[in-house]
């Protein structure tokens, strides 16, 4: 059987160098022996992943950091005490230890420990630390259980671990510090005003206008139908025949689609992420010619969500210009 929760066996198989898929309150990652070359290339391979996209190393504990890294400013260390476990990656300058290959050439390691208790149970079990991008191939929608990890990696991994659905559901937040204020390099599961409302200043500028890491591609997170953002709901267009819809709130008159779903009825962010990639995934397998998605209002895990959904849309955008 490929899925369970039996920590002591995926310890035993990553040990002897194989992949295994682990929960994450994010994301389900595709995690194997981060200070192993001969294991992150496989990595890259099964996900089909560009070597230029480097990859997120977690750990179990912020103890762990001084092991791997060469600096680290105290400031970040509060910072790292403060929201870690949780979904919060801090790229920081690497020890050799780590290879060049998994950081895809940087200095730079993109550092975190997530917050899942069986991947912490399984990380407290290797001495190693685990190198895991999202277990999806590369530029689809990332996984949110570990079925979705299953239905598209199968021959890949040797074994997943079935840790439930993400209860975040959208990737961590990666940051680096300059100047005694956190740039945002991709905007994720914590959000500017959380770091705020922590007492530490953050970088102006979206993701997007930061777009100068390697592996912020522009085009990401799509599922294979076209993706179109609508910004109101009088912006839905007359002709939506098999079509899908994604939004939430107050229904809307949703005539014409063919497949509806509203992801948070009350209109929460935090329960929009938590179900946004399963039901991109589900409306991809139905033959749609299109999927609407409602842009999410910009504050705290909005934004994450739009840099997603602008992400998926590029497809579309290429198409129709
Ligand atoms: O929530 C998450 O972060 C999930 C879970 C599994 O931890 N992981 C994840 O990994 O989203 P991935 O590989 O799908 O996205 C990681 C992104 C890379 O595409 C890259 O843009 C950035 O993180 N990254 C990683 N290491 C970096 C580095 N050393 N320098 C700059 N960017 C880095
Ligand atoms: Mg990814």
């Known amino acids: 059987m490929k899925i369970g929760i039996d920590t002591e066996y995926a310890a035993e198989i990553l040990t002897q160098g194989g992949l295994v898929g682990i929960p994450t309150e994010t994301v389900y990652g595709l995690a194997g022996n981060a200070t192993d070359e001969h294991v992150v290339k496989k990595i890259f391979k099964a996900k089909n992943r560009p070597s230029n996209d480097p990859l997120i190393v977690h750990l179990h504990a912020v103890e762990e950091v001084k092991k791997y890294v060469r600096d680290c400013p105290d400031e970040l260390y509060d910072v790292a005490r403060h929201f870690w476990p949780g979904p919060l990656t801090i790229l920081l300058p690497k020890t050799s230890t780590i290879p060049d290959c998994t950081t ?9 420990v997530p917050n899942h208790a069986l991947t912490l149970d399984l990380l407290r079990r290797i001495p190693f630390p685990l190198a895991a991008p999202s277990a999806n191939p590369f530029s689809y929608i990332s996984p949110t259980t570990a079925q979705h990890v299953l239905d598209q990696l199968s021959d890949q991994v040797d074994y997943i671990l079935d840790g439930g659905p993400c209860g975040i559901g959208v990737e961590s937040t990666i940051v680096s510090y300059l100047d005694g204020k956190l740039k945002i390099h991709r905007e994720g599961g914590i959000s500017r005003e959380a770091f705020e409302s922590y007492g530490i200043k953050t970088w102006n500028g979206t993701a997007a206008t930061m777009a100068n890491v390697p592996g ?8 294979l139908t076209p993706v179109q953002i609508i910004d109101a709901v009088n912006e839905i267009p007359a002709n939506v025949h098999h079509s899908g819809l994604i939004y939430f709130g107050d229904s809307m008159d949703v005539s014409g689609f063919n497949e509806v779903k509203n992801i948070s009825p009350q209109g929460n962010l935090n329960e929009c992420a938590r179900n946004l990639f399963g039901t991109m995934r589900n409306m991809d397998r139905m033959n749609l010619h299109c999927i ?6 910009n504050k705290e895990i909005g934004r994450a969500l739009n840099d997603r959904i602008e992400r998926a849309a590029v497809k579309r955008k290429i198409k129709s210009t």
């Open 216 to 223: 912020n591609f522009l085009k990401h997170y799509s599922p």
């Open 104 to 112: 895809s050439g940087s200095e730079l390691v993109g550092l975190r």
């Open 292 to 297: 609407y998605i409602l842009r999410f209002p």
